[in-house]
């Protein structure tokens, strides 16, 4: 089952920071994170593995509540190359296979 | 590193044809995924490949099918073209093995349009 991203979209003003949460129903054991821009291949920004703390990648890190089969992208101090569509990628829990399942994507604009 | 590269970047065909897509991954990476994006649907898993075997499909019907070589390349065809499977194709290599989860880097996708 699809992971649900919220918000769908959001439009921000440089520097400003956004939030993007990517819920699961199903147990996760890990979570990807990625950035699409238009007609460009999705580009990875990190995973989050289960029982693993929380990353960070410059200005944009996330956490993963296992128990609530959550995560949440945080954007500090937003630039105009984080433009983009962002998805989540889950895995749920179990085998071993790169089997990922991607939320709907957020759209994110910034703004000069 | 060269990147993962797919060949070819825009195909057209029409109904009821088949088409075959290329995918080299990143030198080293013995996993291959592929996936369909449309603006409906998103990305959707179709298979992965590790060491010429299928690991695992998703929800899609048998005319979607794949392989990989002998050396990490894998090929997706799809065979009885329908309206519904024009979508960008994506593929992406990881270097993940039996037992780990690793980054998947995608290609620039093949971007089919069926008539």
């Known amino acids: 089952q699809q992971p649900v991203q919220s918000p769908q979209a959001v439009i921000l003003r440089e520097g400003e920071d956004a939030v993007i949460n990517c819920s699961s129903s199903?147990?996760?054991?890990?979570v990807h994170w990625y950035r699409q821009k238009h007609g460009e291949a999705p580009v990875f920004l990190m995973i989050?593995?289960?029982?693993?703390e929380q990353k960070g990648h410059d200005k944009i890190s996330a956490s993963f509540n296992e128990k609530k089969q959550q995560s949440s992208l945080y954007l500090t101090a937003s630039q105009l190359s984080y433009s983009g569509t962002y998805f989540c990628?889950?895995?749920?829990?179990?085998?071993?296979?790169?089997?990922?399942?991607f939320g709907t994507g957020t759209l994110l604009a910034v703004q000069p | 590193k060269a990147g993962v590269t797919q060949t070819p970047r825009y195909l057209i065909k029409t109904r009821g044809q088949q088409v075959t897509l290329s995918c080299s991954p990143i030198?080293?990476?013995?996993?291959v995924s592929w996936y369909q994006q449309t603006p409906g649907q998103g990305l959707q898993f179709l298979f992965e490949?590790?060491?010429?075997?299928?690991?695992n499909k998703g929800n899609f019907p048998g005319r979607f099918s794949g392989r990989q070589f002998s050396n990490s390349r894998s090929e997706m065809n799809v065979s009885t073209l329908e309206l519904g499977d024009s979508a960008l194709y994506l593929c992406?290599?990881?270097?993940?093995?039996?037992?780990?989860?690793?980054?998947?880097?995608f290609g620039p996708g093949t971007r089919l349009l069926v008539l």
């Open positions: 030198s080293g990476h013995r996993s």
């Open positions: 989050l593995l289960k029982g693993g």
């Open positions: 490949y590790f060491s010429e075997t299928q690991r």
């Open positions: 990628g889950t895995e749920k829990s179990g085998g071993a296979t790169n089997k990922l399942i």
């Open positions: 992406a290599s990881s270097l993940a093995g039996t037992d780990s989860r690793g980054a998947q880097y």
């Open positions: 199903k147990a996760l054991y890990s």
